[in-house]
């Protein structure tokens, strides 16, 4: 028989889930928590008991959402070659912006919602410019990409901008609604061509391994 505990993280669980599937899905201002409550299948008072105020949702989710992006980042330290670490870094900094992605589309709702993740916000923002810029230097130093110290700062601020700024561009540029794997391919196929000019015979290994495919025009949407 489950514990009184275990239902409860058992509820929390379900409740964080819940609350990514549906703001990934429609947006993390027009949740409402009775609308939360009922996808988990629970009350309004069990949704407070374990969280008071959607803030605290978004604090929890956004934990989680960073615990995950420090693990890809120490992708390009693990075993194997340079040129497989790098492109497992790459492929899971855009698989976790398809997972997370309300954070990247609702940047500035979380920050009114959650104005407390302000400064957990830059810090990510830092050490996550420092991860690329350490990525890059590897790839450099691999014999994978021919560039001095300030192409490799251009190249990773630009790759920042891209990943970070890759969803606005597709509502504002093109009116793009809803996320799809395909608009995140072809943000990941612009990404990679910041990186092409540089890279030598061998790191364009890494443009295949990372899934480097052209994948088309971006979906417009239909009038």
Known sequence: MATTTGRRSGTRQRILETCRELFN???????????????VGINEGNLYYHFK??????????????????EVAAADLAEGEA???AARYFRGWFGLMWE?????RDAMVVRRLA?????????????????LRRALRSMAANGLIVADDDELERMMVNAWIVATYWIDYLRMRHGVGDITRRHLDWGAWQLMGIFEPYLTAEGRRLLAAAGGVRPGPVPEVQA
């Open 115 to 131: 104005p407390g993740l302000q400064a957990e916000l830059e810090t990510l923002a830092d050490e996550g410019q420092a991860d």
């Open 25 to 39: 899905r429609r947006g993390t201002a027009d949740i409402t928590t009775a609308e939360i409550a009922a996808a």
């Open 100 to 104: 997370w992605r309300f954070f990247y």
């Open 53 to 70: 105020r959607k803030e605290q949702i978004l604090e929890t989710l956004f934990a989680a959402f960073a615990a995950e992006l420090r």
């Open 83 to 85: 040129e497989t670490r």
